[in-house]
């Protein structure tokens, strides 16, 4: 078998054999292909597409081309869920309590943040001591124990997909609906879960801009999970402003703490009845979304989804008491608003700009290697479609540097839109696909 022949073939449209992906995929990660050759490829790909069969043999073989985890110990279904990413996405740190509450394991890996986007364990790490360097027994005890564990992601899970995502992002061929879905189900199928949950986020602080793009790669994760043998659903919801109010890790904390205290925002508190929803049903625990909802509602009320996340918390090295007390989380020297030029009502605020906003400040990363403030961010007071007057608060700002908070006021102003008409209302989850 030649690579020759394997680029030849896809550039005048054929159809790849599971045989061929394996054997590209292997060479790629063993060094044995160069760049030059599978950077060929990729380009072929993005013009000729790929077809369903061909989606799922990249996907298994990038899945295989390193560590599965193995989650054999764990008792019980296990239901991992997975965002595509956006600004104050702080879904895990509630919804996994929830889920766990209701008796379903959830045995998660997650990143840390990179440019405008949080990541889940940056996030946890508001919480002083806690921990994500478990080892894989350590992790599989937990989620036993207690029913919740959440690690980082390991260097030795689908390298492939590493390999390969370096090299489209270099050569313009990130965007291409088989090689994303690929990309994301593959680290999905290595992490060991029984079922998948995907919430698919579409809108300005979204990676799939259109609904119509979100759709699509719902879809095809949803077949490449089924042809994998696993029971997999995805919700579309909206990211046109940022999920909630508070942008930035330890005000994100603070905000999935008073949701899990039954205080949530009615945005943020839809996805995770959504998502968790469907985790409920996927793990046979529920049998439709009203039922799961109602449980999944219960378990904030009586308040065993906010022990649930101390539980994890203190499992992890973390003080059970910031829980309970999040006053003890990281808290900035300087909060000031950014107040309103004129009177209006909201049309829209950029999302990403918003994230941009908490990048500035020093809440996320330029680059991997940078350090991140755990305690600044935004908490925004005013959401699309509200009111506000003129010299009104558009959102406070936590800030720790007089001339940061400078810059993301201008960028803040800048993000929001006010106008004299409020905007036409849109639902919030757009779709679910099972």
């Given at each position: 078998m030649r690579m020759y022949d394997i680029i030849m073939k896809k550039r005048n449209g054929g159809e790849l054999s599971s045989e061929e992906i394996q054997f590209f995929i292997d060479g790629y990660t063993r060094g044995e292909i160069p760049d030059y050759q599978v950077s060929a490829l990729m380009m072929a790909v993005y013009f000729q597409k790929m077809t369903e069969a061909e989606t799922l043999a990249l996907t298994m073989a990038m899945a295989d081309s390193g560590d599965r985890l193995d989650l054999s110990q764990i008792h019980r279904i296990k239901v991992d869920k997975h965002s595509t990413?956006?600004?104050g996405d702080k879904t895990s740190l509630a919804l996994a309590p929830m889920v766990a509450a209701c008796?379903?394991?959830v045995a998660k890996m997650s990143g840390r943040g990179l440019g405008h986007t949080g990541g889940t364990i940056d996030k946890l790490e508001s919480f002083p001591g806690f921990s994500t360097a478990l080892t894989t027994q350590q992790f599989i005890e937990n989620v036993n124990r207690i029913g919740i564990a959440i690690m980082g992601q390991t260097a030795d899970l689908a390298p492939a997909d590493k390999k390969l995502y370096a090299l489209r992002d270099v050569t313009a061929t990130v965007d291409n609906m088989s090689l994303i879905a690929s990309s994301i189900m593959s680290k999905k199928l290595a992490a060991g879960a029984d079922a998948i949950v995907l919430d698919v986020k579409t809108g300005s602080g979204a990676f799939m801009k259109k609904e119509s793009d979100a759709r699509a790669l719902a879809e095809e994760m949803v077949k490449i999970g089924k042809n994998a043998g696993r029971k997999t659903m995805a919700v579309i919801s909206d990211m046109d402003q940022p999920l909630g109010y508070a942008v930035g890790n330890a005000l994100e904390v603070k905000e999935a703490i008073?949701?899990?205290k039954g205080r949530g925002p009615a945005d943020f508190l839809e996805l995770c009845?959504?998502?968790g929803s469907q985790m409920l049903i996927a793990a046979g625990k529920a049998g439709n979304d009203s039922q799961a909802g109602k449980m999944l509602e219960a378990v904030i009320s009586d308040g065993s989804a906010l022990e649930k996340m101390a539980e994890f918390v203190e499992a992890q090295g973390g003080s059970?008491?910031?829980?309970?007390?999040?006053?003890l989380l990281p808290k900035a020297h300087i909060v000031r608003p950014v107040l309103a030029a004129v009177s209006g009502y909201i049309d829209h605020i950029v999302c990403d700009e918003v994230g941009i906003c908490s990048l500035l400040l020093g809440g996320g990363r330029e680059t991997k290697e940078s350090g991140i403030d755990l305690s600044v961010g935004l908490v925004l007071c005013k959401k699309a479609g509200d009111y506000v007057r003129e010299g009104e608060a558009l959102a406070m700002l936590h800030a720790n540097d007089e001339g940061k908070a400078?810059?993301?006021e201008k960028r803040y102003l800048a993000a929001c839109s006010i106008t004299d008409m409020p905007p036409e209302k849109t639902p919030f989850i757009k779709a679910v696909i099972v």
């Open positions: 990413g956006g600004v008796g379903i394991p008073e949701t899990l009845l959504s998502l059970r008491e910031a829980v309970y007390h999040p006053e400078e810059a993301a």
